[in-house]
């Protein structure tokens, strides 16, 4: 059985002349929490499975080169696996990314599938391994709302879009509802099920994380993750502590060897 993950996330913003690592609610609204190496430093001392390095590449904010900069600084002095991703949208830019020494990128999920090409070509060029996909939704009735898209998605023909990016090399899916995105309110744990039905492929769930309960609840109902970047924030919240407990619920999580 493979053991689940605890993901933390930096999201790195410009402020002012510097990147910075930022938490967010809603995708908006962000908030500056320090630099981004500090923060990597502190999770790669609490012993993070793997850490998630998010370039938030809209224009203006932080452009990809010198995001890439940053990330292979952070690359240089890790001995945990990062996934990154922001910006990814065509082949070349998988190869930017994958060129820092990362070990996964993240691609987003778009509802009219156009950056399936780049999938693809990932797949093909770095292993099915290598690639996260990301489902950034809001839920409104019984549609679903992916970010930017103003078309909603019932359950059936929105699994049905996850599975061709799975068909086309995506190794892992990483759900996130955008409304409880640093929320605080709880995981969206709603489409595990659905997905693990229809596809079984690993999922990692993000955003609204606030207790250790939260962490539990999503990996027993089958999530192969969970992904924060709110909670581990937060100074008082340890990634070994929340390892322990989560451990003694007979949840398999990797132990530590001290």
């Known amino acids: 059985m493979l053991r689940k993950r605890l993901i933390p996330r930096i999201l790195v913003q410009r402020y002012k002349s510097n990147l910075v690592a930022v938490i967010s609610r809603k995708f908006e609204n962000f908030t500056v929490v320090g630099d981004p190496q500090s923060q990597f430093k502190i999770l790669q001392a609490n012993k993070a499975d793997e850490v998630a390095v998010i370039n938030l590449h809209r224009s203006g904010i932080t452009p990809i080169p010198e995001f890439l900069k940053l990330l292979k600084d952070i690359v240089r ?3 945990t696996p ?16 994958m060129n820092s020494g990362i070990e996964k990128m993240s691609i987003p999920i778009l509802s009219d599938r156009s950056n399936l090409h780049t999938i693809k070509y990932a797949s093909s060029e770095y292993g099915s391994q290598s690639i996260q996909v990301c489902l950034d939704y809001t839920k409104n009735g019984k549609f679903y709302f992916l970010r930017n898209s103003k078309n909603g998605l019932e359950l059936k023909d929105l699994l049905n879009l996850i599975e061709n990016y799975f068909m086309e090399g995506a190794g892992e899916i990483v759900l996130t509802d955008i409304d409880k995105d ?17 596809l ?5 769930v993000a955003g609204g994380a606030c207790s250790i309960n939260d962490f539990a609840s999503a990996l027993g109902l ?3 993750g969970v992904m924060s970047g709110t909670y581990f ?10 390892r322990s407990t989560i451990s003694s619920e007979g949840i398999n999580v990797r132990h530590l060897i001290s």
Request: proline fraction near 6%; aromatic fraction near 4%; charged fraction near 20%.
């Open 77 to 79: 002095s890790s001995s």
């Open 82 to 97: 990062i996934t990154s991703g922001g910006g990814i949208k065509l082949p070349s830019d998988v190869d930017k990314f």
């Open 182 to 198: 640093g929320s605080k309110l709880g995981l969206g744990v709603e489409l595990i099920e659905p997905i693990k039905s229809y």
């Open 200 to 204: 079984n492929v690993p999922i990692i």
């Open 222 to 224: 089958g999530a192969d």
């Open 233 to 242: 924030a937060k100074k008082d919240h340890s990634l070994i502590q929340l």
